[in-house]
């Protein structure tokens, strides 16, 4: 067993990069990301982290220098939110295409303008088919646990992609909480250094990167899309060698809770599910049966296991803390996409909420699930039940 | 008229791209729907290059390469012995070459008609280019139009003026001088 | 020894990873002219070696240059460094 | 056999895409005689992203690393950390670059690399122009120049911004050591990489790289160019050692800009007014230099130089 401390989710971050003793981190500061990296700062100045910490002037750069140091074999991490992410756009289909298992931690934000510095998860949610594993966490006991699980399973010969692991900016970076630190040895033991294929070596012959045309582009691609798929597989295989180890595991792909039963299942991610689990439970001990479902891993995307949702509730709800200007909300798109596929038809309804750190308090919630018991579904499909409108006086 | 594929073969700075623009300039004063475009790749001085030309009197709504050509036009000779010029052709088409030697010389199977034409002679004569580099392109559609009967030559000329850069009398020159002298076999070559 | 281009999703190596060196495949057809060496008048200075962008002239046993003609492109600019005169560019064949 | 006056080995190869006569190649071919076999090589988009031709190619023995656009300054700090990591001391890092890579796009990256002091050698290869593209202008293509961009017509439109003097920007970086190269002098080119080898932290090098299609000259004249740019002061060489200015070649009698410029047919356009104005702009440079060269004799801003640095 490790140290139980009282940390922040930034800090569970930094203290997983040092137990995974990474190589090279390459950062620019950007709240509410900033105490991640002077956390990993302070580490490497007291020598507790023998790493390569290199302050570069730009996000964009950021990427690009873990890029480089894992071409030769380096184990490397970097952490980021919103507009910095942002920035790294064009990185991130560049570390999938390069095969490059870099971990970065994102602190989910709104997107300017307007400034906004809290949570939101369309930074993220805009970054989904860029390549990288994407995982938002609920707890910042999770946010550590993930992140080392993230080393180990980007760096899987049969995976070898880049991993994403979220947190929710001030909910979790900056919520002080009790957290179990693993010991070194133990970490050591659960991320022991594997040499890596198809890294440059000095003194050999060979190119990263190169250029493809169309005869050979999409065949190459296609193999990227095959690691994705086996990553489904890795990430499986992983939470249980974590929950072995550690005694712990944080509900795999998608962790239904209380829809035995259920009229109505509402799908949350992030600290939304938290609160979402207080309001299910009084609404339980009212007689009124509804269920939630966390949907912990983004991509690759949990097709099989979202479509196994409607076969608990004839009613599904996706709490989207995030909108794609035209239609809805990214979550819900993909949750109906998939169920739309198969044998059962529920009623979908995408619920827009929490957007710029508006807190999903429980009577928000509770709203939704009386939306979605309500009526023979004829409402709205896509709607914004906390919006703030004169005419409703709320 | 079903609609009619040509494939260009050439280097980089020969002017196959430019070619089948004029190409498609002058099947478009005859009233015909066209086409044209190169195969976008790593264009270098020197590196062998594709360009294509469809001509239909029916609008063409085909957004892929040729790849079973009616005709093929090959704008320098050493690319027969390096890229697969007649790929894919339709049987009954034409090979088009530019080359001092005669259509049944050439030197690679064809299912159709051959014809050849000496247009970097031609070029250098009219003082197209450099030594090292002649622009044969209006030379080969001069032939072009005699041997394939797809155009006038009237309109390849006029095509010519709209589209090169600079010489236009004597690129026009060099296309009616190749319309004269192009040799056109009539048999298959085996 | 010309390589068969790949093609199939299996010939993939598991990352963008280029290993086959380019003098496996000559770029000759680039050239409409050629260089030719006058030994007679060579002082073998080793200039066209020095100056070559495509690396295409190497030394025979007694340092004469030779032009290595499946790279030479026929950019003229052996000729047109060499300080005796002795290199002259002939149309291909 | 005259013996060799550079090193004979060679770690470029032979069947690249180059054009016929193509400065860049040799840029490569003497840093890689410069730096030797134990060198990494990362690269952003230019000509020299697509030399190698198709996949499974490559051309330079040496590991080479794609990188982004904007990010070369990124990359070389990336790979030193990364070796360091890996425990290789004795590699160089090498980016290699072309001029609107790097005084453009890729300027912010390189300023970074400078400043945290990344021990690498940048090399600039200056064909004046985004060649890859289609010789549009960049930030480095001189003034007066026609480009796809300042194609001059009748309103006149040619480059009429000076080029960027990448030289003095790196230079307020106080690095331990910047030069300027031609591939015209291989002999000092080579001299210059190996000198710049041997010294930790950033170092910089500017070499002058013709490029036939988009200067618009016959392929053979490219080493001609490239010789005749420093013979007339307007690509002198020169080195910034620890701060202090030291010009390599000064020419008794500078050959006319005229000369130089006559050759080109990007500056084909130009009257006798338009090369009198450049020739005056070259002169002045050329003055400002050995001004330059005297006065950080005796009061240069030395480089700061941390063994330990990375």
Not at chain 4, 129 to 143: D, E, F, L, V
Not at chain 4, 159 to 178: G, L, S, T
């Amino acid at each position: 067993m490790g140290t139980k401390e009282i940390v922040t989710g930034n800090y569970a971050q930094s203290y997983a990069a040092k137990l995974a003793r990474v190589d090279v981190i390459s950062a620019y500061p950007i709240t509410p990301q900033t105490t991640i990296v002077e956390k990993i700062a302070e580490f490497v100045a007291e020598g507790k982290l023998d790493a390569d910490f290199i302050k570069v002037e730009s996000e964009h750069s950021a990427l690009q220098a873990c890029l480089s140091a894992s071409a030769v074999g380096a184990r490397t991490y970097t952490a980021t939110s919103s507009q910095g992410l942002l920035l790294m756009h064009e990185l991130l289909f560049w570390a999938a295409g390069q095969r490059a298992p870099v971990v970065m931690g994102v602190v989910n934000r709104a997107v300017a303008p307007p400034w906004s510095i809290w949570t939101d998860h369309t930074d993220t949610m805009a970054q989904r088919d860029t390549g990288w594993i994407q995982v938002y966490c609920e707890s910042n006991q999770e946010v550590l646990d993930t992140t080392l699980m993230a080393f180990r399973f980007a760096e899987r010969e049969d995976v070898r992609l880049p991993a994403m692991v979220t947190e929710d900016a001030f909910y979790l970076s900056h919520t002080m909480e009790s957290v179990d630190i693993p010991r070194q040895d133990e970490v050591d033991a659960w991320l022991p250094r594997r040499p890596r294929s198809h890294i440059l070596e000095i003194g050999k012959i060979g190119r990263l990167g190169s250029f493809m045309g169309p005869d050979l582009y999409m065949e190459f691609r296609y193999t990227i899309a095959q690691a994705m798929e086996q990553a489904r597989r890795a990430i499986l295989e992983t939470e249980a060698e974590f929950e072995s180890r550690f005694k712990r595991s944080h509900g795999g792909f998608v962790e239904p809770y209380r829809c035995d039963g259920a009229d109505a299942v509402l799908v949350t991610m992030g600290t939304a599910t938290s609160t979402a689990r207080e309001v299910v439970d009084s609404l339980r001990e009212k007689g009124r049966k509804v269920g939630l479902a966390k949907l912990r891993v983004f991509r690759p995307f949990p097709a099989k296991e979202v479509r196994e949702l409607a076969g608990l509730a004839d009613r599904i709800g996706v709490l989207d803390r995030s909108y794609g200007f035209g239609y809805g909300g990214p979550a819900y798109l993909e949750v109906a996409g998939t169920l739309a596929g198969g044998p059962r038809k529920p009623l979908l309804r995408d619920f827009i909420g929490g957007l710029g750190g508006r807190d999903l308090t429980p009577p928000v919630i509770e709203g939704m699930f009386d939306a979605l018991l309500a009526g023979n579904g004829d409402g709205d499909e896509v709607t914004w039940p906390d919006l703030h409108r004169a005419e409703e006086g709320v | 008229m079903p609609v009619l594929e040509i494939r260009f073969h050439g280097r980089g700075g020969q002017g196959s791209v430019i070619a089948a623009e004029i190409l498609a300039r002058a099947a478009f004063k005859e009233g015909k729907n066209v086409q044209s475009f190169p195969f976008f790749g790593v264009e270098r001085r020197g590196a062998p290059v594709t360009a294509f030309s469809r001509i239909s009197d029916r609008p063409i709504r085909l957004r892929t390469s040729i790849t079973t050509p009616d005709i093929v036009i090959v704008l320098d000779p050493a690319l027969l012995k390096t890229v697969p010029v007649t790929a894919g052709a339709k049987p009954g088409g034409l090979l088009l070459v530019n080359t001092e030697r005669t259509p049944d010389r050439v030197g690679i199977p064809f299912d159709g008609r051959v014809a050849t034409v000496d247009a970097t002679a031609i070029a250098t004569a009219h003082g197209l280019g450099s030594p090292t580099q002649p622009i044969v392109n209006t030379a080969v559609l001069g032939a072009f139009a005699k041997a394939s009967a797809v155009v006038r030559i009237e309109s390849v000329v006029a095509a010519i003026k709209e589209s090169v850069p600079a010489k236009w009398d004597e690129n026009a020159a060099a296309a009616e001088d190749a319309y004269e002298k192009v040799l056109i076999a009539t048999e298959a070559v085996a | 020894m010309t390589r068969k281009p790949l093609r199939y999703v299996e010939d993939i190596p598991g990352g963008p990873f280029a290993t086959v060196p380019t003098n496996e495949e000559g770029t000759a057809g680039w050239r409409t002219i050629r260089p030719v060496i006058h030994l007679e008048k060579c002082t073998r200075c080793n200039v066209c070696w020095k100056f070559c962008p495509d690396v295409a002239i190497d030394f025979d046993s007694e340092g004469f240059p030779v032009v290595l003609l499946d790279f030479c492109k026929g950019c003229g600019i052996c000729a047109n460094e060499c300080v005796p005169k002795a290199i002259t560019m002939e149309r291909e064949e | 056999m005259a013996r060799l006056t550079i090193p004979k080995e060679e770690y470029m190869l032979p069947g690249h895409v180059g054009c016929p006569g193509c400065g860049a190649t040799l840029a490569m071919r003497y840093v890689l005689k410069g730096v030797g076999p134990r060198a990494i090589i990362t690269v952003p988009a230019c000509c020299w992203a697509v030399m190698s031709g198709a996949f499974p190619r490559t051309c330079v023995t040496v590991p080479f690393l794609d990188n982004a656009f904007e990010a070369t300054g990124a990359s070389i700090s990336g790979l030193r950390a990364g070796l360091d990591k890996m425990g290789v001391k004795d590699a160089t890092v090498v980016g290699f670059a072309g001029d609107g890579g790097t005084v453009d796009i890729g300027l912010q990256s390189l300023s970074g690399a400078l400043e945290r002091r990344t021990d690498a050698i940048y090399v600039m290869y200056d064909n004046e122009a985004y060649m890859n593209t289609g010789i549009q202008r960049s930030g480095s293509t001189p003034a007066g120049a026609w480009t796809s961009t300042t194609q001059g017509g009748k309103t006149g439109d040619w480059k009429r911004e000076p080029k960027k003097d990448i030289m003095a920007i790196v230079a307020a970086h106080r690095v331990p050591y910047a030069a300027t190269v031609s591939i015209g002098f291989p002999e000092d080119f080579v001299k210059k990489v190996e000198k710049a080898k041997a010294i930790r932290g950033p170092r910089f090098i500017h070499v002058f790289s013709p490029c036939p299609p988009g200067w618009k000259y016959p392929p053979e004249k490219t080493i001609e160019i490239a010789k005749m740019a420093v013979e007339s002061n307007v690509f002198p060489l020169y080195e910034i050692v620890d701060g202090r200015y030291v010009v390599n070649r000064k020419p008794g009698r500078p050959r006319p800009v005229a000369e130089y410029l006559k050759v080109q047919g990007r500056f084909g356009h130009l009257h006798p007014a338009g090369v009198e104005a450049m020739q005056q702009e070259v002169d002045a440079n050329w003055r400002r230099l050995l001004a330059l060269e005297r006065m950080t004799a005796d009061a240069p801003l030395p480089a700061v130089r941390d063994e330990a640095v990375r």
